[in-house]
């Protein structure tokens, strides 16, 4: 039986539960890259970090970062880093949305035309910059640079029987669906949970350096981005 933790319903998943790595050479290679590539960009970060922190500074002055829990490897919980994009208290969906956008957001967890996204959001979201704390989670080993993308603990109950399978590996600041589909495919016909999954069953260095390369190019033509 899973583990229940009684104070956030969190479903972690138990070592007999877990699918094992396919290749532990893959594994200790994979994360040599994540610790190194996430160290150089530690600089960028900063950069854009500064640049970032002034514009919220003179427009809401509220935080930098968003940080959110997430679901990660084993189902276990962790607190992932963002550019913030979205206004105040976004979180309180009921004051922003409408009962129409409400239900929406409910299916896809995302909305076309968000009305809490700020100005300096829209831009970070379009670049993809908004993801560029995650490499922080990725040195803390909570991430890794590919992998299925983070997601709520409600998200990860409808991939029904396949849960385990996805929370068998760490998420990734980038991966399969991010960069060949993103936003264009959602959860309600099944296509991303198909998506993710498929990395996860097929996951390799190969696989890998070619979702780093769709994804700048993803990134360079600002497709499926909301």
């Given amino acids: ?6 104070d956030t319903n969190y479903i972690l998943i138990t070592k007999e539960q877990t699918i094992e790595s396919k290749n532990i050479l893959y594994c200790f290679i994979k994360r040599c890259i994540d610790f190194l590539l996430s160290l150089l960009a530690i600089p960028i970060y900063l950069v854009i970090y500064a640049l970032v922190a002034v514009v919220v500074k003179f427009t809401d002055g509220g935080p930098v970062l968003y940080k959110t829990t997430r679901i990660g490897k084993g189902g276990k919980p962790f607190r992932m880093y963002k550019f913030r994009t979205m206004k105040m208290n976004a979180d309180r969906l009921e004051d922003f949305l409408t009962p129409e956008e409400l239900e929406n957001y409910k299916k896809e967890y995302k909305l076309k035309k968000d009305p ?10 379009k670049t993809s910059a908004d993801e560029l704390p995650q490499i922080l989670n990725v040195l803390k080993n909570d991430m890794s640079l590919i992998g299925p993308r983070p997601v709520l603990n409600e998200e990860t109950l409808l991939y029904g029987n396949d849960r385990n399978t996805l929370l068998s590996v760490k998420p990734g600041l980038t991966g399969y669906w991010q960069a060949y589909a993103r936003n264009d495919v959602g959860y309600a016909d099944g296509r991303r949970q198909k998506m993710e999954l498929y990395y996860v069953k097929n996951r390799s260095i190969r696989l890998d350096t070619k979702i780093f390369f769709a994804t700048i190019r993803r990134v360079l033509s600002g497709k499926g981005v909301f």
Wanted: glycine share 6%; no cysteine; net charge positive.
């Fill in 116 to 125: 809490r996204i700020t100005k300096i959001g829209k831009i970070l979201r």
């Fill in 1 to 6: 039986m899973p583990e229940l933790r009684q």
